[in-house]
């Protein structure tokens, strides 16, 4: 209870500043750093100006609602007993209190509201990206970010740690009062917080693989092309210096821009080691720490946590 309204509730509030200064310092990356051509402009600000209607359009947000207040009174939800023994009140029938009751149906229901929120903004992101996706983006393969110049976008994750945070607090928060007050095992817990980390990594890292379809297809042919340029340059390069043909006049000799045959080596194996998405370890540890911060303090409940530390710092290094 404390895990959803206390920090819960405020924190999913504070996300929303979080989350719009991140998306209005990269958004504009795309144009910034050309990867949306000037003729496609207009496209990319249409694909922007529909997810600015549906982040502002009512329906949805009626929805989220409907379906937290149908979750808080159908009692689809079988609520904890020990949850609510705090809010129990004596009398001819026990029932809870007005405390109980507000719980029930007015903070658990808000709490609800904005995490439906988060998902639906998740979504939005998705489509967003798939929007830009079939523009004709200007990839650069030989680009040292490893993602064909939307390295960027590794940083947008960012925007949804705190609510990843939220999420594994409140998960955390039943394990720790089971393991503090009914003798869970916390040991217990490894297969369930693997679960959930695999679980949260796919859902907060899944739109950007809307990307893969441009960085896949602009290293398949990149391939073809540098290789095919390396293969001209290495044949030049033979003919003149090896085969003494003094005759060759092959123009990429002479390009200041490509160099020796070491530069051109350089730009295939750049091109080989494009990532198949533009994300990399910092996007899926903005995700992986904020949700591994509450497991931890549960486990620390019954494992010293200098021995979990150490644990975790030899399985990550």
């Not at 209005?24 to 249409?46: G, K, N």
């Not at 922007?48 to 379906?67: C, F, N, S």
Request: glycine content about 10%; cysteine-free; overall charge positive.
């Amino acid at each position: 209870m404390h895990a959803r309204l206390l920090l819960g509730i405020p924190l999913l509030i504070i996300a929303e500043a979080v989350a719009q200064n991140i998306m209005l310092r990269l958004f504009p990356q795309f144009l910034h750093a050309r990867i949306v051509r000037p003729t496609d402009m207009p496209q990319f600000r249409a694909v922007l100006a529909r997810t600015a209607r549906l982040r502002d359009a009512t329906v949805p947000w009626v929805i989220i609602i409907g379906v937290a207040l149908a979750w808080a009174f159908t009692g689809t939800v079988v609520h904890r007993a020990h949850e609510l023994l705090w809010a129990a009140e004596g009398g001819p029938g026990p029932s809870l209190g007005f405390g109980g009751w507000w719980y029930i149906y007015v903070g658990r229901p808000i709490f609800i509201v904005l995490l439906l929120g988060w998902l639906w903004r998740l979504i939005l992101l998705g489509v967003t990206l798939k929007g830009i996706a079939k523009l004709d983006l200007a990839i650069v393969p030989t680009h040292p970010d490893r993602a064909g110049g939307l390295g960027f976008v590794e940083k947008f994750p960012a925007a949804f740690s705190i609510v990843a945070f939220v999420i594994a607090m409140v998960i955390a928060g039943g394990w720790g009062h089971d393991a503090e007050f009914h003798g869970l095992d916390v040991h217990s817990l490894y297969p369930m917080m693997a679960a959930a980390l695999v679980i949260g990594l796919l859902v907060f890292l899944s739109p950007y693989l809307a990307l893969a379809g441009p960085l896949g297809r602009a290293k398949k042919q990149a391939l073809l092309d540098y290789a095919a340029m390396v293969a001209r340059h290495g044949w030049a390069v033979r003919s003149k210096w090896i085969l003494g043909d003094a005759k060759v006049n092959e123009p990429l000799l002479d390009a200041p821009e490509i160099g020796p045959v070491a530069d051109t080596i350089a730009l295939y194996e750049a091109v080989q080691r494009m990532r198949p998405i533009p994300l990399g370890k910092a996007a899926a540890l903005a995700i992986a720490v904020p949700i591994l911060i509450p497991f931890i303090a549960v486990l620390a409940i019954q494992i010293p946590l200098k021995e979990l530390l150490g644990g975790l710092a030899k399985g990550l290094f």
